[in-house]
């Protein structure tokens, strides 16, 4: 069964620093891994997908990459701002087995002004 | 384009009573999953629909249920509910199975 695992569980930092947040999973056999955040009491916002084949995706201040073979991931993100604030979560679209979505335990990230 | 809704936002129910959570996916995508979400336990996958058909289902109880509709709407219903099913009920939709997962706001389940 796959698991994901986020390290660290939380995370402080000041403002217009910049961030790595990383994930890594056991199985390789997956389809794609896809970041969230979300906001306390909140539902899930997409961030990025990262399909099997890619190597690294990018959305404005935010640069995700997939090392597969080693199953790993990592969230980077530039210039954090206190708008950033919330919990981190990726998830990994498995091939083997019910190839439901697996889910990290999330980073909660704290940007201070 | 309208994202994921999910109806109602907040519920309280007591225990013994039975639930049904309602989730209408983005105009065109054919994939709806649910997800349970607890402080102790995270999100844990509970089914997942495609066409009218349930693909997977997560490893829960029997009294958790879900279908979905020719629209693609899907609903979940709990019966005979447990102090222990008060979560944050989650649900997402796609294009299919495989692709980008879009998360509704959830619906915030308390059983007393």
């Known amino acids: 069964k796959q698991e994901v695992t986020q390290i660290p569980a939380a995370l402080s930092v000041p403002e217009g620093e910049n961030l790595v947040l990383n994930c890594s999973f056991t199985d390789s056999a997956i389809y794609n891994l896809q970041w969230f955040r979300q906001d306390p009491g909140k539902g899930l916002t997409s961030l990025l997908l990262?399909?099997?084949?890619?190597r690294e995706q990018t959305s404005g201040r935010l640069n995700a990459s997939l090392d597969k073979s080693s199953g790993r991931s990592t969230l980077y993100i530039a210039a954090s701002q206190p708008g950033d604030s919330a919990t981190y979560l990726c998830a990994v679209r498995s091939q083997t087995g019910a190839n439901n979505l697996f889910f990290g335990t999330g980073t909660r990230l704290t940007v201070i002004p | 384009k309208a994202g994921v809704t999910q109806t109602p936002r907040y519920l309280i129910k007591t225990r013994g009573q039975q639930v049904t959570l309602s989730c209408s996916p983005i105009s065109g995508h054919r994939s709806v999953s649910w997800y349970q979400q607890t402080p102790g336990q995270g999100l844990q996958f509970l089914f997942e629909?495609?066409?009218?058909?349930?693909?997977n289902k997560g490893n829960f109880p029997g009294r958790f249920s879900g279908r979905q509709f020719s629209n693609s709407r899907s609903e979940m219903n709990v019966s005979t509910l447990e102090l222990g099913d008060s979560a944050l009920y989650l649900c997402?939709?796609?294009?299919?199975?495989?692709?980008?997962?879009?998360f509704g706001p959830g619906t915030r389940l308390t059983v007393t």
């Open positions: 997402a939709s796609s294009l299919s199975v495989t692709y980008e997962q879009y």
């Open positions: 990262i399909q099997s084949s890619q």
């Open positions: 629909y495609f066409s009218e058909t349930q693909r």
